[in-house]
């Protein structure tokens, strides 16, 4: 009896010790765009690979040179840069825009790389890639005289 006497009084005392604890949370913060970017100033970059050999369409020769600038707004916050093309890839080709002529893209590379259409590459605005371009064709194909165009947008953003 003792023993139920004493294992009582201490279920009373520590129900004493056992309280609910409660907190209000309050949370708060500011939402922000990331700065804006330009390339060339809003401006087109052209790239104009002249007269070229049908026979020399080998996604080797003829390669050119992308010269683009990026200007982004200044910020305090550590936004990631990236880079984008868009544009309709050719079937054969996920790194080549298609251009006017079936068979014909125009192949985009980075730093010596396949740049993906479509598809974001982190970057630094302090060092930003080398972008060439070069004309590639269906393999197996065999192209045609004439006049030919091909179109994408390089887009810089802050994430």
Same mark, same amino acid.
């Given at each position: =009896?003792?023993?139920?006497?004493?294992?009582?009084? $201490?279920?009373?005392?520590? $129900?004493?010790?056992?309280?609910?604890? =409660?907190?209000?949370?309050?949370?708060?913060?500011?939402?922000? &765009?990331?700065?804006?970017?330009?390339?060339?100033?809003?401006?087109?970059?052209?790239? !104009? #690979?002249?007269?070229?050999?049908?026979?020399? +369409? !080998?996604?080797?020769?003829?390669?050119?040179?992308?010269? *683009?600038?990026?200007?982004?707004?200044?910020? /305090?916050?550590?936004?990631?840069?990236?880079? =984008?093309? /868009?544009?309709?890839?050719?079937?054969?080709?996920?790194?080549? +825009?298609?251009?006017? +002529?079936? !068979?014909?893209?125009?192949?985009?590379?980075?730093?010596?790389?396949? #740049? +993906?259409?479509?598809?974001?590459?982190?970057?630094?605005?302090?060092?930003?890639?080398?972008? &060439?371009?070069?004309?590639?064709?269906?393999?197996?194909?065999?192209?045609?005289?004439?006049? #030919?165009?091909?179109?994408?947008?390089?887009?810089? #953003? *802050?994430?």
């Amino acid at each position: =009896m003792r023993f139920k006497q004493r294992f009582a009084l $201490l279920t009373v005392f520590m $129900l004493g010790f056992c309280t609910n604890a =409660m907190g209000n949370l309050t949370f708060s913060g500011t939402l922000v &765009e990331p700065p804006p970017c330009t390339i060339n100033s809003g401006s087109t970059i052209a790239v !104009d #690979f002249g007269d070229i050999s049908v026979k020399s +369409v !080998d996604g080797v020769k003829n390669r050119k040179g992308l010269n *683009y600038t990026i200007t982004c707004t200044s910020s /305090t916050l550590p936004w990631g840069l990236n880079l =984008m093309l /868009t544009g309709t890839a050719t079937s054969f080709d996920s790194s080549a +825009v298609q251009s006017s +002529v079936p !068979d014909l893209g125009i192949k985009v590379l980075r730093n010596n790389l396949a #740049f +993906v259409l479509n598809t974001k590459l982190s970057i630094s605005l302090s060092s930003p890639p080398v972008l &060439e371009v070069v004309p590639v064709k269906r393999s197996g194909s065999t192209l045609s005289e004439g006049d #030919f165009t091909a179109t994408a947008v390089l887009l810089a #953003f *802050y994430e």
